[in-house]
């Protein structure tokens, strides 16, 4: 008799599907054995999130979960006791969590019913609520090994476990880039710089328009691509003022948010992600490292850990349009460097970043939790008897 499979709860932050952390969510979801598991997610709104996962045969409940408030105690209980509800009605066995609201109620829903907590940390910033959280988890899943410095202290550290993002290798491939590029307006054999994410200072968009200039007086042909929505308008007149400086208007492009961000990795020669602050490990690394792409990415944070310094990219200091414009320099005069850097990415991508390893890895750790809990039950059942 096949055994049925075991109903695991997720929990998203946003409903939309824009940002790397709900694509993240989306691919294991919808990557998981399903003879294995059966998974529900809730959502706190309507969105691209949840229309997609409803098209793969996912279940979605919109649930808007409040910002906890003393003031507000029995809306947040009203909130609560709906999740128990959804929780006892669809027999959930492990619960699955990410941002640090959401984290919360799961983790008081889970200890109310019993159930297991797995807590997805994506983001290298500190929560004031991170000791509570970290003793309502049973398990922290952190996207980078650079995470554990913020749980130093205050978590066991036998309760983190690291899985890097995985990214699906067949979409992400660099075999078809030539009709994306022909039907933009950058002349024919121009270099395609190019970088994903929101217009805003931690970005980091600047610091590569910087180079850009740089870039120029070296007599480099260039061209500079900003993928992703304007969240600063402020910060892109900053940005689109210092390319009129360095007289490069004409060779950046502003791109806002790209559904097919795909099709535009597979065109370009050389990602950059010139982020400002630390990042926990960004897709978009990975994502031009499946397109067989050289990358170029900071330090700190979980970016570095994606790629091998001077073999399948480079990292540089934060702010400093001097460092990475020596190496764009570099990759710019160099095409068979390009290409072997882009061959190492692309290998180790396949080695350490696919889907099918990072949902593989999480589906193992489901099952170490649902055998702990179901031996435990059988224990006391025993004793009991």
Aim: proline letters at 5%; charged letters at 25%.
């Amino acid at each position: 008799m096949q055994r049925k499979p075991d109903r695991i709860l997720y929990f998203s932050s946003f409903g939309n599907l824009r940002w790397g952390g709900q694509k993240s969510l989306f691919h294991l979801v919808t990557g998981l054995d399903r003879l294995a598991f059966r998974p529900s997610v809730v959502v706190p709104s309507e969105g691209g999130l949840a229309r997609q996962l409803e098209e793969k045969g996912v279940e979605v409940c919109v649930i808007a979960l409040p910002q906890v408030s003393p003031k507000r105690i029995l809306r947040d209980l009203s909130a609560l006791r709906l999740l128990l509800n959804v929780i006892d009605d669809r027999k959930i066995d492990l619960l699955h969590s990410d941002g640090p609201r959401n984290t919360l109620y799961a983790g008081l829903a889970a200890r109310l019913r019993g159930l297991p907590l797995v807590w997805h940390a994506r983001a290298m910033d500190a929560d004031p609520y991170d000791r509570i959280l970290c003793r309502l988890a049973t398990r922290v899943v952190l996207v980078a090994d650079a995470l554990r410095d913020r749980y130093n202290g205050i978590c066991n550290a036998e309760k983190l476990v690291t899985i890097h993002n995985g990214v699906d290798l067949d979409v992400f491939s660099g075999t078809s880039g030539v009709a994306w590029r022909e039907s933009v307006p950058i002349p024919t054999g121009r270099l395609i710089i190019a970088s994903a994410g929101r217009i805003e200072p931690m970005k980091g968009q600047e610091t590569l328009i910087a180079a850009g200039g740089t870039l120029r007086k070296a007599g480099a042909d260039f061209h500079i691509l900003l993928a992703g929505e304007t969240v600063d308008s402020s910060y892109e007149r900053v940005c689109r003022q210092k390319a009129a400086e360095l007289d490069i208007s004409d060779r950046v492009t502003f791109m806002g948010h790209q559904d097919d961000m795909a099709s535009v990795l597979k065109a370009i020669d050389i990602f950059v992600l010139p982020s400002a602050v630390r990042e926990a490990f960004p897709r978009s690394v990975i994502e031009a490292m499946a397109c067989g792409k050289p990358v170029i990415v900071t330090s700190g944070g979980g970016a570095p850990e994606a790629l091998e310094d001077g073999r399948s990219g480079f990292v540089v200091p934060p702010s400093d349009p001097s460092t990475l414009s020596e190496r764009l320099i570099r990759l710019a005069g160099d095409a068979a460097l390009r290409k072997a850097m882009g061959a190492s990415a692309r290998h180790r991508a396949e080695e350490l970043f696919s889907l099918e390893r990072n949902v593989r890895k999480t589906q193992d750790l489901y099952r170490t939790l649902l055998t702990g809990r179901k031996n435990a039950g059988r224990c006391v059942q025993s004793v009991r008897t």
